[in-house]
């Protein structure tokens, strides 16, 4: 029988090479550019990398986070996607173990981290990844109830959004955020829906307040409490019901 110590290896170096994937997402789908070709090059330089100049985490701690022909700096955002990735993989196979969707699950959660990353430096966020965390949500057991959550939670910002709208005479809510609440949905359910949107306003608080003036990103915050509430489900609800009854 395998070991724990070496499945969680084994997940973290998976996750960690998804996490070099999304470095490519990130950095090309804003700019329309393809995410198969070409081959990865230096952004300063523009020189084809070598295979081995994209190990994860390993080749920049190998470079000096510097490039190996123009030895101009790389952007620490490579290595700590991947590392965060790699973490991600890890804590959701520690919550799930090895059950046939946590791929599923962890792609989902992959995608928002890319959206996360996205957002924060466009201020924008991409259909196609925002679509992909979404179908990749939906590949769970039933199937069914998972897509009604989803169903109901995109729905229901939806109308909160709409409503919002002509109260403001303005758009209140864009479609990037309809589609995050769907994955939300689709992987928290019911009542952990309502937790993870609570606590995302709850850590988007400070930040807002400080950066009153240029706003901030809303998606990172319903990531992180996404990620956070699903982590913790259990706790989640019993905290719900807490508030709710006493």
């Known amino acids: 029988m ?4 070496t499945i969680v290896i084994v997940v973290f170096i998976f ?26 090059k230096c952004q300063s330089c523009q020189t084809s990398l070598k295979w081995w100049h994209n190990i994860p985490i390993f080749s920049w701690l190998f470079l000096s986070g510097k490039c190996a022909f123009c030895k101009d700096p790389i952007a620490k955002q490579y290595p700590v996607v991947e590392l965060l990735t790699g973490i991600i993989f890890v804590a959701l196979y ?11 699950v962890a792609a989902s959660f992959a995608a928002l981290l890319a959206l996360v990353m996205i957002d924060f430096k466009y201020m924008a966020v ?9 179908i990749f949500a939906l590949v769970q057991p039933e199937f069914l109830q998972v897509l009604m959550h989803a169903a109901i939670a995109a729905g229901g910002l939806y109308l909160i959004g709409l409503l919002s709208s002509l109260i403001a005479r303005k758009q209140a809510m864009g479609g990037a955020d309809v589609i995050v609440a769907g994955t939300m949905g689709a992987l928290l359910g019911f009542p952990n829906f309502f937790v993870a949107i609570f606590l995302s306003a709850l850590l988007a608080m400070i930040p807002s307040l400080i950066n009153r003036e240029n706003g901030v990103p809303f998606v990172p915050f319903l990531a992180l409490a996404t990620f956070i509430v699903y982590l913790y489900d259990a706790q989640a609800t019993q905290l719900l019901e807490t508030i709710i009854y006493g």
């Open 94 to 104: 520690f919550k799930l173990d090895l059950v046939w969707y946590l791929p599923f």
């Open 2 to 5: 395998i070991e724990t110590s």
């Open 15 to 40: 996750g960690a090479m998804i996490g070099s994937f999304l470095n490519v997402v990130i950095y090309r789908i804003p700019k329309g550019e393809s995410i198969v070709f070409p081959s990865s």
């Open 126 to 134: 991409p259909d196609n990844v925002n679509f992909a965390a979404l």
